[in-house]
Protein backbone atom coordinates (compact mmCIF):
# COMPACT_ATOMS: atom_id res chain seq x y z
CA UNK A 1 0.00 0.00 0.00
CA UNK A 2 1.17 3.66 -0.80
CA UNK A 3 1.62 6.50 1.61
CA UNK A 4 -1.18 8.21 -0.14
CA UNK A 5 -3.37 5.11 0.76
CA UNK A 6 -2.52 5.07 4.03
CA UNK A 7 -3.40 8.30 4.31
CA UNK A 8 -6.49 8.19 3.15
CA UNK A 9 -7.81 5.35 5.45
CA UNK A 10 -5.90 6.60 8.79
CA UNK A 11 -7.87 5.57 12.09
CA UNK A 12 -8.00 8.53 14.17
CA UNK A 13 -8.86 6.48 17.03
CA UNK A 14 -10.55 8.60 19.19
CA UNK A 15 -11.11 9.18 22.83
CA UNK A 16 -12.92 11.70 23.70
CA UNK A 17 -16.06 10.98 22.57
CA UNK A 18 -18.44 8.64 24.86
CA UNK A 19 -19.39 5.96 22.47
CA UNK A 20 -22.57 3.78 23.89
CA UNK A 21 -22.62 0.21 24.55
CA UNK A 22 -24.82 -0.22 21.69
CA UNK A 23 -23.97 0.73 18.17
CA UNK A 24 -26.82 2.62 17.52
CA UNK A 25 -27.44 4.67 20.74
CA UNK A 26 -26.73 8.30 20.69
CA UNK A 27 -24.40 10.24 23.46
CA UNK A 28 -25.41 13.79 21.92
CA UNK A 29 -26.80 15.76 24.94
CA UNK A 30 -30.03 17.92 24.14
CA UNK A 31 -30.25 20.77 26.18
CA UNK A 32 -33.88 22.03 24.38
CA UNK A 33 -36.99 20.77 23.82
CA UNK A 34 -39.52 22.92 22.23
CA UNK A 35 -42.57 20.90 22.30
CA UNK A 36 -42.81 19.58 19.04
CA UNK A 37 -45.01 16.47 18.82
CA UNK A 38 -44.67 14.17 16.10
CA UNK A 39 -47.96 12.42 15.43
CA UNK A 40 -50.56 12.48 12.28
CA UNK A 41 -51.14 16.43 12.28
CA UNK A 42 -47.13 17.05 12.01
CA UNK A 43 -45.66 18.23 8.09
CA UNK A 44 -42.78 15.70 8.33
CA UNK A 45 -42.16 17.82 5.27
CA UNK A 46 -42.98 21.35 5.40
CA UNK A 47 -44.20 22.48 2.15
CA UNK A 48 -45.56 26.07 3.17
CA UNK A 49 -44.29 29.07 1.30
CA UNK A 50 -42.49 30.92 4.73
CA UNK A 51 -40.98 27.63 5.12
CA UNK A 52 -40.01 27.42 1.57
CA UNK A 53 -38.65 30.37 1.06
CA UNK A 54 -36.54 30.13 4.52
CA UNK A 55 -34.85 27.14 2.79
CA UNK A 56 -33.94 28.59 -0.18
CA UNK A 57 -31.80 31.03 1.66
CA UNK A 58 -30.28 28.87 3.89
CA UNK A 59 -29.69 26.62 0.68
CA UNK A 60 -27.92 29.57 -0.42
CA UNK A 61 -25.66 30.27 2.09
CA UNK A 62 -24.76 27.12 2.74
CA UNK A 63 -23.36 26.42 -0.82
CA UNK A 64 -21.43 29.42 -0.23
CA UNK A 65 -20.01 29.81 3.75
CA UNK A 66 -21.08 25.50 4.21
CA UNK A 67 -19.00 25.03 1.41
CA UNK A 68 -16.07 26.80 2.66
CA UNK A 69 -16.29 25.54 6.20
CA UNK A 70 -16.16 22.16 5.36
CA UNK A 71 -13.36 22.60 3.04
CA UNK A 72 -11.17 24.56 5.39
CA UNK A 73 -12.47 22.88 8.71
CA UNK A 74 -12.93 19.30 7.51
CA UNK A 75 -10.27 19.44 4.84
CA UNK A 76 -12.96 17.88 2.93
CA UNK A 77 -12.39 15.58 -0.74
CA UNK A 78 -14.83 14.25 -2.37
CA UNK A 79 -13.82 10.91 -4.72
CA UNK A 80 -16.05 9.24 -7.15
CA UNK A 81 -17.89 12.25 -8.21
CA UNK A 82 -18.14 11.13 -11.94
CA UNK A 83 -20.65 8.42 -10.30
CA UNK A 84 -22.95 11.52 -10.03
CA UNK A 85 -22.73 12.37 -13.34
CA UNK A 86 -22.84 9.30 -14.81
CA UNK A 87 -26.40 8.39 -13.33
CA UNK A 88 -27.39 11.83 -13.50
CA UNK A 89 -31.09 10.59 -14.92
CA UNK A 90 -31.14 8.10 -12.38
CA UNK A 91 -30.45 10.40 -9.53
CA UNK A 92 -33.16 12.42 -10.90
CA UNK A 93 -36.03 10.05 -10.80
CA UNK A 94 -35.58 9.17 -6.95
CA UNK A 95 -32.51 7.39 -5.14
CA UNK A 96 -31.34 6.31 -1.52
CA UNK A 97 -28.25 7.46 -0.46
CA UNK A 98 -26.96 5.86 2.32
CA UNK A 99 -23.47 6.40 4.82
CA UNK A 100 -21.52 6.42 7.51
CA UNK A 101 -22.46 8.96 10.21
CA UNK A 102 -19.15 10.51 11.58
CA UNK A 103 -19.44 14.40 11.78
CA UNK A 104 -22.09 16.68 13.35
CA UNK A 105 -21.51 18.67 9.43
CA UNK A 106 -20.66 15.57 7.44
CA UNK A 107 -24.76 16.26 5.85
CA UNK A 108 -23.39 19.20 4.39
CA UNK A 109 -21.26 17.53 2.15
CA UNK A 110 -24.28 15.17 0.67
CA UNK A 111 -25.59 18.69 -0.15
CA UNK A 112 -22.95 19.95 -2.05
CA UNK A 113 -22.28 16.88 -3.74
CA UNK A 114 -26.44 16.38 -4.58
CA UNK A 115 -26.88 19.84 -6.11
CA UNK A 116 -28.89 21.38 -8.13
CA UNK A 117 -31.20 18.22 -6.41
CA UNK A 118 -32.34 18.99 -2.72
CA UNK A 119 -31.54 15.64 -0.87
CA UNK A 120 -34.06 15.13 2.65
CA UNK A 121 -32.70 13.13 5.49
CA UNK A 122 -34.24 10.88 8.07
CA UNK A 123 -32.63 12.48 11.54
CA UNK A 124 -33.05 11.53 15.34
CA UNK A 125 -36.47 12.99 16.67
CA UNK A 126 -34.67 15.09 19.44
CA UNK A 127 -32.92 17.01 16.94
CA UNK A 128 -36.11 18.71 15.67
CA UNK A 129 -36.95 19.12 19.18
CA UNK A 130 -33.63 20.42 20.27
CA UNK A 131 -31.42 23.93 19.78
CA UNK A 132 -30.40 23.04 16.33
CA UNK A 133 -34.25 22.36 15.15
CA UNK A 134 -34.63 25.10 12.98
CA UNK A 135 -31.57 24.70 11.34
CA UNK A 136 -31.78 20.80 10.93
CA UNK A 137 -35.65 20.88 9.50
CA UNK A 138 -34.14 23.35 6.47
CA UNK A 139 -31.56 21.41 5.26
CA UNK A 140 -33.84 18.83 4.39
CA UNK A 141 -34.23 16.95 8.10
CA UNK A 142 -37.55 14.76 9.04
CA UNK A 143 -38.03 13.67 12.03
CA UNK A 144 -38.26 9.80 12.75
CA UNK A 145 -40.90 9.70 15.13
CA UNK A 146 -40.84 7.33 18.81
CA UNK A 147 -43.20 5.59 20.31
CA UNK A 148 -46.48 7.47 18.26
CA UNK A 149 -48.46 5.18 15.87
CA UNK A 150 -50.48 7.78 14.06
CA UNK A 151 -47.28 9.43 13.80
CA UNK A 152 -45.14 6.41 12.46
CA UNK A 153 -47.94 6.05 9.74
CA UNK A 154 -47.74 9.54 8.84
CA UNK A 155 -44.06 9.32 8.61
CA UNK A 156 -44.04 6.40 6.40
CA UNK A 157 -46.33 8.15 4.22
CA UNK A 158 -44.70 11.17 3.60
CA UNK A 159 -40.98 9.40 3.40
CA UNK A 160 -42.84 6.85 0.28
CA UNK A 161 -44.76 9.76 -1.42
CA UNK A 162 -41.13 12.18 -1.73
CA UNK A 163 -39.48 9.16 -2.94
CA UNK A 164 -42.52 7.55 -5.79
CA UNK A 165 -44.32 10.74 -6.46
CA UNK A 166 -41.90 13.26 -6.22
CA UNK A 167 -39.03 11.43 -7.50
CA UNK A 168 -36.67 12.54 -4.25
CA UNK A 169 -33.45 12.52 -3.07
CA UNK A 170 -33.35 10.55 0.47
CA UNK A 171 -30.19 10.08 2.91
CA UNK A 172 -30.36 7.41 5.54
CA UNK A 173 -27.54 7.35 8.46
CA UNK A 174 -28.34 3.65 8.15
CA UNK A 175 -25.72 2.81 11.49
CA UNK A 176 -28.95 4.90 13.65
CA UNK A 177 -26.73 7.49 15.36
CA UNK A 178 -23.84 9.72 14.82
CA UNK A 179 -20.30 8.53 16.16
CA UNK A 180 -17.44 11.46 15.76
CA UNK A 181 -14.69 10.28 13.63
CA UNK A 182 -15.12 6.29 14.51
CA UNK A 183 -13.65 4.32 11.42
CA UNK A 184 -15.71 0.78 11.67
CA UNK A 185 -18.22 0.97 9.74
CA UNK A 186 -21.53 0.06 12.30
CA UNK A 187 -24.08 -2.79 11.32
CA UNK A 188 -26.91 -1.09 9.24
CA UNK A 189 -30.72 -1.04 10.30
CA UNK A 190 -33.15 -2.11 7.14
CA UNK A 191 -34.73 1.16 6.78
CA UNK A 192 -33.02 2.55 4.01
CA UNK A 193 -33.61 -0.53 1.69
CA UNK A 194 -37.33 -1.04 3.06
CA UNK A 195 -37.52 2.49 1.38
CA UNK A 196 -35.99 1.56 -1.84
CA UNK A 197 -37.32 -1.73 -2.54
CA UNK A 198 -40.87 -0.05 -1.54
CA UNK A 199 -40.11 2.03 -4.03
CA UNK A 200 -38.12 0.62 -6.67
CA UNK A 201 -35.09 2.91 -6.31
CA UNK A 202 -31.53 2.15 -6.45
CA UNK A 203 -29.56 2.68 -3.48
CA UNK A 204 -26.53 5.18 -3.41
CA UNK A 205 -23.48 4.18 -1.29
CA UNK A 206 -21.25 6.85 0.21
CA UNK A 207 -18.72 6.87 2.68
CA UNK A 208 -16.62 9.39 4.70
CA UNK A 209 -12.72 8.09 5.28
CA UNK A 210 -9.99 10.14 6.87
CA UNK A 211 -6.73 11.70 6.55
CA UNK A 212 -4.12 13.12 8.81
CA UNK A 213 -4.45 16.69 9.14
CA UNK A 214 -1.52 18.91 9.04
CA UNK A 215 -0.93 20.71 12.09
CA UNK A 216 -2.54 23.93 11.62
CA UNK A 217 -6.03 22.35 10.97
CA UNK A 218 -5.55 20.33 14.32
CA UNK A 219 -4.91 23.43 16.15
CA UNK A 220 -7.40 25.90 14.50
CA UNK A 221 -10.01 23.58 14.25
CA UNK A 222 -9.66 20.87 17.13
CA UNK A 223 -9.97 18.27 14.41
CA UNK A 224 -8.90 14.58 14.70
CA UNK A 225 -8.13 14.21 11.19
CA UNK A 226 -9.71 15.74 7.61
CA UNK A 227 -12.35 14.05 5.91
CA UNK A 228 -12.69 12.03 2.35
CA UNK A 229 -16.24 11.87 0.66
CA UNK A 230 -16.35 8.26 -1.27
CA UNK A 231 -19.46 8.37 -3.93
CA UNK A 232 -19.89 4.52 -4.82
CA UNK A 233 -21.57 2.90 -8.16
CA UNK A 234 -25.72 2.38 -7.70
CA UNK A 235 -27.08 -0.48 -6.12
CA UNK A 236 -30.27 -1.34 -7.46
CA UNK A 237 -32.69 -3.95 -5.39
CA UNK A 238 -33.07 -7.69 -6.45
CA UNK A 239 -37.13 -7.72 -6.86
CA UNK A 240 -37.34 -11.15 -7.89
CA UNK A 241 -36.81 -11.86 -3.88
CA UNK A 242 -39.66 -11.64 -1.68
CA UNK A 243 -39.93 -8.67 0.51
CA UNK A 244 -38.08 -9.86 3.42
CA UNK A 245 -35.52 -11.15 1.66
CA UNK A 246 -34.73 -8.52 -1.11
CA UNK A 247 -34.51 -6.17 2.20
CA UNK A 248 -31.72 -8.28 3.77
CA UNK A 249 -29.59 -8.58 0.85
CA UNK A 250 -29.76 -4.84 -0.66
CA UNK A 251 -28.45 -4.00 3.00
CA UNK A 252 -25.91 -6.36 3.15
CA UNK A 253 -25.00 -4.80 -0.24
CA UNK A 254 -25.09 -1.86 0.54
CA UNK A 255 -22.94 -2.23 3.84
CA UNK A 256 -20.27 -4.35 2.39
CA UNK A 257 -20.27 -1.20 -0.65
CA UNK A 258 -19.58 1.44 2.40
CA UNK A 259 -17.17 -1.03 3.82
CA UNK A 260 -15.14 -0.95 0.68
CA UNK A 261 -15.33 3.09 -0.06
CA UNK A 262 -13.76 3.44 3.36
CA UNK A 263 -11.13 1.16 2.62
CA UNK A 264 -12.46 -1.57 4.84
CA UNK A 265 -13.15 -5.27 3.47
CA UNK A 266 -16.14 -6.22 4.66
CA UNK A 267 -14.84 -9.90 6.11
CA UNK A 268 -12.45 -7.72 7.93
CA UNK A 269 -14.84 -5.08 9.71
CA UNK A 270 -15.50 -5.85 13.49
CA UNK A 271 -19.25 -5.01 12.72
CA UNK A 272 -21.68 -7.39 10.57
CA UNK A 273 -23.62 -5.91 8.01
CA UNK A 274 -27.15 -6.19 9.89
CA UNK A 275 -27.98 -4.11 12.66
CA UNK A 276 -29.21 -6.92 15.84
CA UNK A 277 -28.89 -5.28 19.28
CA UNK A 278 -25.16 -5.21 18.58
CA UNK A 279 -22.82 -3.93 21.06
CA UNK A 280 -19.77 -1.58 20.83
CA UNK A 281 -16.31 -3.33 20.26
CA UNK A 282 -13.27 -1.68 21.53
CA UNK A 283 -10.49 -2.55 19.10
CA UNK A 284 -8.28 -0.49 20.32
Known amino acids: MTKNKKEEYFDPKPTKYPFPENTDEHYLKIKKDNGAIFDENYHFIDKSRGFRFQDRIVRILLSIIGYLIARIAMGLKVKGKKYIKEHKAELKNGVVSVSNHINLFDYMSILFIAKPIKPRTLVWAKNIKGESSWFIRHVGGIPIPEDNVGGALAYYKTVNNFLSEEKGWLHIYAEGSMWEYYKPIR ?77 IEPSKNIYGAIYNNDKRVDYY
Open 187 to 263: PFKRGAAYFAIKNNKPVLPIAFSYRKCGWLRKLLFKTNASITLHVGELIYPNLELGEKEAIKDLTIKTHDAVCRLAG
